[in-house]
């Protein structure tokens, strides 16, 4: 048993949060409380929890020659993740985002825009270099804050040597039908798989229906996040579902990005399914009780604490792995 390898393709933005006690209407101007800026972007989350989960993490992003990107691949460096294989454009801009967060008496809400700058002009020719490489990987992660054609060609090269691909849908555009016949894994939330299926969850029992529909689709596994209701996952012959580990919860902002990338460093590393959606339940309700997108992902430790001291279901000798402690 060993470290798994992970390649993550996707987007990486800076991100800038203002925080206050209500969203401003159309028109309207309203005092914040406080203002940070974070590393961000969905397929940098999901390195950055592979990585501090415990897997040996590749990254390929497309960003500008700006101060952003530089100061972005600064930080993924020194988490440990290999940032060679980054295209830089020197004629567009590194993503950004703008997360509002409204905190409430019941709870924070959040708005996100992102302008996704380089990342959206990714052309298949500029990754052809992964066909030779790509599968060494024991899992590769896409989302949907890169082009189509991007993902449409990772896809492709992982497919043919086998290796696993996770497909996060967000934010929610149509997927195209050769994607989805390439992909081994899709993590839609509820609001993505309403809008891939056309059915309103609003129960496990509805979550489960729609899992079917989007297996149907292509992908082997489906993977629906439900917010405080936990996860569903269908695998083609039965539905598992993962409770969510309550917590007080601050900021929601990387939290699903944060149960995928440890969901897939432990499938991964060899983690049976049941006990990788605890995992990245535990992962997900540390990130939330903080603030910021990377600043709040947890490492191996912290994900392993949350897990004995609710006495959850794992895989000690897969802990011991992605510790450290062997591999």
Do not use: W
């Not at 993902?151 to 492709?156: F, G, I, W």
């Not at 309103?200 to 729609?210: C, F, H, Q, R, S």
């Amino acid at each position: 048993m060993r470290k798994p390898r992970i390649l993550v393709v996707g987007s990486v933005n800076m991100d800038y949060t203002f925080a206050g006690g209500r969203f401003p209407a159309e028109g309207e101007t309203v005092m914040g409380d406080s203002f940070s800026t974070a590393a961000g972007g969905k397929g940098a989350n999901q390195a950055c929890q592979a990585v501090r989960a415990g897997a040996l993490v590749d990254f390929v992003g497309r960003t500008g020659a700006d101060l952003n990107g530089a100061e972005l691949m600064k930080g993924l460096n020194a988490m440990g993740i290999d940032t060679s294989m980054v295209i830089t454009d020197p004629e567009d801009t590194t993503g950004c985002a703008l997360i509002e967060l409204e905190k409430r008496p019941d709870g924070t809400r959040n708005r996100i825009m992102v302008v996704p700058g380089a990342q959206m002009h990714f052309r298949a020719e500029e990754l052809e270099f992964l066909r030779g490489r790509i599968g060494q990987y024991d899992m590769v992660l896409l989302q949907l804050e890169i082009n189509s054609e991007a993902n449409a060609a990772v896809a492709q090269m992982a497919n043919e040597m086998g290796v696993p691909v996770m497909l996060n849908p967000a934010p929610y555009s149509e997927i195209e039908r050769n994607i989805l016949e390439k992909i081994s894994y899709i993590s839609p939330n509820e609001h993505e798989a309403a809008e891939m299926t056309g059915i309103t969850i609003t129960d496990l029992k509805t979550a489960g229906e729609a899992a079917r529909v989007i297996s149907a689709m292509g992908p082997e596994n489906v993977l629906i996040t439900l917010g405080e209701n936990g996860a569903v996952f269908f695998d083609g012959n039965e539905i598992i579902h993962c409770g969510c580990v309550k917590t007080e919860a601050v900021d929601p902002t990387a939290a699903g990005d944060s149960f995928v990338g440890a969901f897939c460093t432990a499938v991964s590393a060899g983690m049976e399914v049941r006990n990788a959606l605890t995992f990245a339940s535990h992962a997900a309700s540390i990130t939330v009780s903080g603030y910021g997108a990377q600043p709040s992902i947890p490492d191996i430790g912290r994900i392993a604490e949350s897990i004995r001291k609710h006495s959850s279901d794992t895989d000690e000798e897969v802990l011991t792995v992605l510790s450290g402690g062997a591999g």
